[in-house]
Each structure stands twice: as C-alpha cells, then as structure tokens.
C-alpha cells in the first residue's frame, strides 16, 4: 500500500501578487521558482485581504467570519467578530492529527485574542491539533527580537547568546529540524508542516548580505518597474496582454519627481531582501524533504496572506510606549529603537521600525488597483504554487491553471489528497461544514469545480465573483462591476450596462453575508466606538497597529 502523501502549507505575510520571481517580480527567488517549474501556478487564486482573516479561513476550511475571525484578534463580542477561533471549527491540523498524521507548526499563528503567556490556551497551536509550535503567537514585531516567542505552550526569549537570531532563519531552521527528526524517528507515518513566514511584513529587517544583492535594482523608480513587471508577467503568461496596467496611486508622485530617491530605493532593497531571505529558507525545507526522501511524496503549496501592504508610518521618533508589545523600545543590544518612515532612518537593521509605503506597495501588487484591506485585485489575488511530483504528471510541471477559488479549497484540497475525513463534531460541539471545494480536478487539466460564486467581506469592503463577472465595493463607496476576462486590472466598471448582473450577484451578497455572519462595517463601527472609543481617544489612535 502506498504511503500517504506528507503535506506542507507555506503562508507569508505581506507580499503582492507580483514580487516573486515565478510570478515577474524583481525579487530572486530560486526556490520558489524551482516549485513553480516543477509543478503548477495558479493565476487567480485569491485570499481574504488581511493576515489574521487569512490564516483563519486557510486553517479551518470556513470564511473568516464564520470562523470568529471576521475582522481582527481583538473581541469585539460579537458572533463572527470574536477574535478567536470558533469552537465550532476544526483546523486542518485537527483533521490530520485524527486521521494519523503527525502535524508541525513553525512561524505565525495570529489567530486568537489570547496572547499573553499566562492568560487562556485553548486557541493556541498545540490545542488546535498541532503536536510541536515553535513561532510566535501575535502578528509582527521585530525579526531580531520577536514578541510573544513560543515553543509548545511556553513563552520563551531568543537566547542572549545568540547573537545571530533572525526569525525567518529561526522558522525554517525549525521546519527543517522537525521534518528530519520525524523522518528520523517514524517514516512510516505522514507529516503535515505548517510553515508560517512574517517575513515580507513590516518591520523593514533584512541582513546586510540580502540587502546588498538589490543595491541599485530599483533606483529606475516605481513607474517604469511596474510597466517592466507588467511585460514580464505577459510574456510569462500570467497575464492577457489586453488588461491595461492600472494607474500609479494617485496619492504618489511620479518617479521623477519623488524625494529622497536613494532612501526610497533602499526601502525596497529592504523588503526585496527579505522575501530573498524567506526564500533561501524554503529551499532548506525543501532540501530536507529531498535528503529524506519525502519530497515527492509532499504536497506543497505556497502563498500569501493578502496583497501588498500600504500601510505607512507617520516621522521617525524615538519609541517609548512600552504599551505595545508588537514594537520594542530597545533592541537587545539596549539600542534605542526608532519607530517610523523618513530619509533620516535607514531601514533594515533592529534599532529602526519602517514600512515600504504606498507607491512600493503598488509595485508589489502589479498590474492590480489597492492593497491588503481592500478586496479589489490588488488586496486578494495572491501566488498560489503547488508541488506534487507523486501526484502531478511531470508532463503538466510549470503549466499555469487559471480556475478563480480561495483559501477554504485549500481544507478541501488536502482532505482530497491525503484521504482524510472532515470532522463531525470538536469537543462535543458540532462543527461548521468545510465551505472549500477539491482543487484536484483543476490541478489535473484546468476543469472548473462545483462553486458557483466566490466572497468576500473586509472591514465593509465586498465583493462577490461568478464566472467572469466581478461586483466590488470599496467602503463606502458603490457597488462596481468588471468583466475579469476583459478587464482584470479593474479599470472599466460597468455596472450601468448589466443591472440584471449587478442584481444577481448583489442579492447572493447578502444571502452569503447573513449566512457567514458578516455585519454591516458602519453597524459594527458604531458598535465598536461605543465599546472601545473613548478608550482609543484617551490613548491616541493606533490604528495603524491592526
């Protein structure tokens, strides 16, 4: 009889659709493209538009909303929006565990409001079916200096020893030991790795050596790399060469007339140089599935948590709040710690805390409109790859595969592949049916599968796909309609010419949303400032930490 496939799920946080190399960016990513090459790129497979509503949907088969993650990991007390994962779902690793396969968690877990070391674990990895954590429980923070690190249930610090520590090294260091010492121990028994990167999520960190590869690689500016990328992701193939490239943000100037060009350029360096980071560590794990001879018989599958990141930092400051855990004052070397963006803060090493801003965020996300938050193209359409050799014909390898899903396929795919059966019941409770279907029959020749309409819902942005129609909305503004197959870059709406279309695909919106317990935003916002906002006021406004 044969074995039963191991499966590895790699999530990064932060990235565009476009950075990669696979997918035409500038970034060189040797490992993943070598998956890609090897096996099969998806051209339309799409997240929810936010790090923590991501991990939550991927990990238990729901949308976010149903499974209590519908906004952030702070409650707002209300059903969908608890902040927590619901008792009434089950996670992948719940699944496989049951089934008998051993589960491993290295990197971001960001799906409970239940952080502190202390406080209740019942959302934590080793409670939701993983048998080893190593990673950190929050969202972000420092690379050099990571909030809320974790091995199992206990809070740990990154030895004073340890001169060295970056955690993206860390993740794939630990992937790559727990994958050689189940092999070690038991390789008759399937695996599932869950390798959750932060890495290219703000802070800018990055080392020296990665930084220095990019010198010089964007100093042509934002505008004329975007129409480079463009024509590479044509000439790929990821692309029809009819969709127009969207408009730079029109809160960007041109290039040409940007300041501190060479402080600009360095930020990107910087974010460059830790996807090439993440990178490098992927092609670790990789290399221990070769050496113990597992990886044909891996499941691998890689993407993103939502679009390139817009957010901006306002002028550098010396940090001294010590209220947010997510920003050190200090750097272990007692260094002061500078939040914020500005030519005077050269970015990458740990005394600085800076974000890449709008305009580079618009690169990553070429050739799309908006970012992580939004549900335009630019904040969900993300890299898929998957890499099979035992199940995927060697004759397909570096084929792309065009079908629209999003992350509740992904619960399905691997309950496809490895056999395993969905859950009935956790802990006596009844569990929510897997929303997803089974990729498999598009990873064999493109077929469409039995969905008829995909969702989405973010902070009041919502959009809703069938076939090739699109209905979108950004909060607060209107409902806009595209046509995907002539107009996937979002630029022509043409809501006005298809009203039967708009009625349609409106209606089955908010049978969805009711269904999913998605809340009108404005409701929940009044909900929320009656709760929280008085609060919020007296301690200042960090938004800009969700």
Request: some cysteine; hydrophobic content about 35%.
């Amino acid at each position: 009889m044969a074995k039963r496939p191991n499966v590895l799920l790699i999530l990064n946080d932060d990235m565009g659709y476009s950075d990669i190399g696979c997918y035409g960016g500038e970034v060189q990513t040797p490992s993943l493209d070598g998956l890609a090459e090897g096996g099969l790129r998806l051209t339309q497979f799409y997240n929810t538009a936010r790090c923590c509503p991501s991990r939550a949907s991927l990990l238990t088969g729901l949308h976010p909303h149903q499974a209590d993650v519908g906004h952030m990991v702070g409650s707002d007390d209300i059903d969908g929006y608890i902040g927590d994962l619901a008792p009434d779902s089950v996670t992948i690793a719940e699944v496989l565990k049951a089934s008998g396969y051993a589960t491993y968690l290295s990197g971001k877990w960001h799906v409970t409001a239940h952080t502190g070391g202390d406080g209740p674990k019942h959302n934590w990895p080793l409670q939701r079916g993983f048998d080893e954590f190593y990673g950190i429980i929050t969202g972000a923070g420092s690379y050099y200096d990571p909030p809320t690190l974790t091995r199992g249930n206990e809070r740990i610090s990154v030895p004073a020893d340890d001169t060295d520590y970056f955690i993206t090294d860390a993740i794939s260091d630990q992937m790559v030991d727990y994958i050689e010492q189940h092999v070690a121990k038991d390789d008759d028994t399937p695996f599932f790795g869950y390798l959750g990167y932060t890495a290219p999520h703000w802070p800018l960190h990055a080392h020296d050596e990665d930084i220095a590869k990019y010198e010089g690689r964007f100093d042509a500016g934002w505008d004329q790399l975007r129409q480079e990328r463009l024509e590479r992701m044509v000439e790929l193939g990821l692309l029809d060469e009819s969709w127009a490239l969207s408009p730079r943000d029109p809160s960007q100037p041109a290039w040409e007339n940007a300041p501190d060009k060479e402080w600009e350029a360095r930020r990107m360096e910087v974010y460059a140089a830790q996807i090439d980071r993440m990178d490098q560590g992927i092609g670790r794990v990789v290399d221990a599935l070769r050496r113990t001879g597992q990886l044909d018989n891996t499941l691998i599958i890689f993407l993103a948590d939502n679009g390139g990141c817009a957010e901006t930092f306002p002028a550098p400051v010396e940090y001294t709040d010590e209220s947010w855990i997510w920003i050190p004052t200090k750097t272990r070397q007692g260094d002061p710690v500078y939040f914020g963006n500005g030519p005077d803060l050269i970015p990458g090493g740990p005394e600085t805390y800076c974000s890449y801003g709008v305009a580079w965020a618009n690169l990553s996300n070429t050739p799309f409109r908006e970012y992580k938050h939004w549900v335009h193209e630019g904040g969900i359409a993300t890299p898929f790859i998957v890499h099979y050799p035992n199940g995927i014909d060697a004759s397909k390898n570096g084929q792309f595969r065009t079908t629209p899903a999003q992350l509740p396929d992904v619960m399905a795919t691997i309950l496809d592949v490895t056999g395993a059966e969905y859950l009935a019941e956790r802990e006596g409770v009844p569990v929510k049916p897997c929303e997803g279907f089974s990729l498999c029959p598009v990873l064999d020749n493109d077929e469409g599968f039995e969905r008829e309409y995909l969702y989405w819902e973010h902070e009041g942005n919502r959009a809703i796909r069938k076939d090739n129609w699109k209905l979108v909305r950004k909060w607060p503004g209107d409902w806009e309609l595209y046509d995907m197959n002539v107009d996937r870059t979002e630029l022509n709406n043409v809501l006005k010419d298809h009203p039967a279309v708009r009625g349609e695909l409106s209606a089955e919106y908010f049978r969805w949303a009711h269904r999913a317990q998605v809340m009108e935003w404005d409701e929940l916002e009044a909900i929320r400032y009656e709760k929280f906002g008085k609060i919020l006021e007296e301690q200042g406004d960090k938004s800009f930490m969700d």
